[in-house]
């Protein structure tokens, strides 16, 4: 099974941006479709945006038009470009690896907090 480890939260003001990444074990990263979730307290984890094995992005209607998600499968890494930061954007990050043969994986999450 795949493990993965984020990176690049931090404290940003509103509207500037952040770049997150996710870092994956294993050679069958590619086979995995990749996504981004986040989570605050007291509430269940969203969806934010998904990339298919192919590339194939899609994302949740709160964050389309600031947010890319993109992979690098020759690097085992997934990203989050996030612009426009709003401080509803505020969360815990989380990576996922979704594979019906393989099983799910999370990574550990990443703090991202947009002041106003």
């Known amino acids: 099974q795949v493990q993965l480890v984020e990176s690049g939260g931090g404290l940003v003001q509103a509207g500037g941006s952040l770049r997150l990444s996710c870092a994956a074990s294993?050679?069958?990263?590619?086979?995995?479709?990749m996504a981004w979730y986040r989570q605050v307290p007291g509430k269940q984890r969203d969806l934010v945006a998904q990339i298919s094995r192919g590339g194939l992005p899609n994302y949740a209607d709160s964050v389309k038009g600031r947010f890319t998600i993109s992979r690098n499968n020759a690097g085992n890494m997934v990203y989050l470009q996030m612009n426009n930061l709003k401080p509803e954007d505020t969360a815990v990050y989380y990576c996922?690896?979704?594979?019906?043969?393989?099983?799910?994986?999370w990574g550990q999450g990443t703090q991202v907090t947009v002041s106003s």
């Open positions: 294993g050679s069958i990263f590619s086979t995995y479709t």
């Open positions: 996922k690896a979704v594979s019906s043969n393989w099983g799910d994986a």
